[in-house]
């Protein structure tokens, strides 16, 4: 009897230590350091995606963000977090936002240069603040990979590495970029590849491949001489061990995880350590919505118009006239509509058919049968939500990467475009229109949802792998070689001209063995030749 019972406990014991190995991580439980300094919730979203997914594979997170330790967004499980807010940090990104919501027309350059140098602000303010001082930065701390945002002008985190003598992964908030293309070995051709900044689509006409290739010179001059040297001077500055940034990035830098699909933007070539991971942060199964909710989508017979302006730009900072278009332009369709407010709620003049809420589970509200049209500012993760959902789109972008994402859409089909800077009511209802009107729109974006949706994994699991991948085996396998060459051998410069020369002087020989026959024959028949040009001008004659 005892013997019967111990044994039914032994295979018990096998049955439960078999599932325990089947479903624990390959890698052992790794203590992983998290860095975001972007004060934005959309790259908070992304990120803590990605550490949700390594913390149920019983991984060990150190989140340092800016948000405050009781952010509502940030996960609890297996996760430690150092809260490293700063106000400078706050206040440009409030000023910029105004800025751009009032409808101030910068200079490109000059919002480019106060953007660049807001990238030495956020690493000084995330690895000087005493949080993380006292948190991070301590003698015995051990990690054994790093994860940032590296190529969000914050590259100088890559040191975070060499301090902890770990890998680094960087998980860009959006597509590959022309310097993740060009540090990780991404071989890309401007004769058709479409830099990312510029919103074309996959093919390009002539007078797109001439500023292609201007822009993206252009852009990576600026890299190369305004960004980069800053990004230098914060690593010798904050890590005076550290070897130089080149070396960092190709030493440090293990893998780039982008928060891209092709299906969203073009198919390019990637290389093994470049992964595309778009939609990281859209749950499979939508959840139930909150009961008023549910019952206002449910209830609406001519379907739902959902308007969200995303989660930096504030409705109330949003001139008068504008929001006095877009409460016109709403008003006057016979769907209901949802509209995302976060601010103080204007109690007049909202038609009757405008339900303005302060928060919407977006993805679920994206989810539901009766949405018609998603009016947004055209956040990549509002685009991938969409996307995800096929639900066609008005874009009015605002900033960022909002305008080329919106472009992108309307040329995939699934999206009117209208502009924020002269915003109107007019502008504003006939996009409506068209795309209420036509089921064009909706069969775009439903064939789109289909390839978006069409993976062998899930984007989280494949961000897992590839951490636990690095975690075991680095990424100086996955890096082609074209990083260790120079333009002219990338060019094949060297080769033509390898080529060239002998072809050349082959030629030349040729020519030289030729004319010095000519020559000995034309001696040897020097005798009949002088008569002959006799006869040549006599005939002529
Ligand atoms: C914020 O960070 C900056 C560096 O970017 C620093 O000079 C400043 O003292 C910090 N502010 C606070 C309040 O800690």
Redesign the pocket.
Known sequence: MASNKSRWCLALAVVVALVLCLGAPGVDSARILVVIAMPAPSHLIVFTALTRALADRGHQITLVCPSPKTDKLLPTHNHHIVSVQ????MDFKLKSVKKFMTGDKQDLISSMISFFNWG???V??TL??PNFKAEVDTPNQKFDLVITEAFFIQEAMIALGHKFNAPVIALNPFGASPQINQFMGNSINPAWVPNLFLGFGGHLTFSERVINTVASTGMDLVYKFLQFPQQQALVSELFPSAPPLTDLLRNQLALVLVNNHHSLSFPVPMSPGVVEVGGMHITKKPKPLPKDLKDLMDGAKDGVVYFSMGSNLAMEYMPKQKTEAIFGALGSIKQRVLLKWDGPVPDTGVPSNIHIIKWAPQSDVLAHPNLRVFVTHGGLLSTQEAVYHGVPLVGIPVFADQDFNMRLATRKGFCEQVDFATLTQEGLSSALQKVLGSPSYKEAASLLSRLFRSKPTEPADLAVFWVEHVLEHGGAHLRPSNVDLSLYQLLLVDVILALLVPLVLAILILRAIFRWCCCRSKKGSSASGQPSKAAKAKKTN
């Open positions: 700063n106000s400078t940090v030495p602000q956020l000084r303010a000087l603040h």
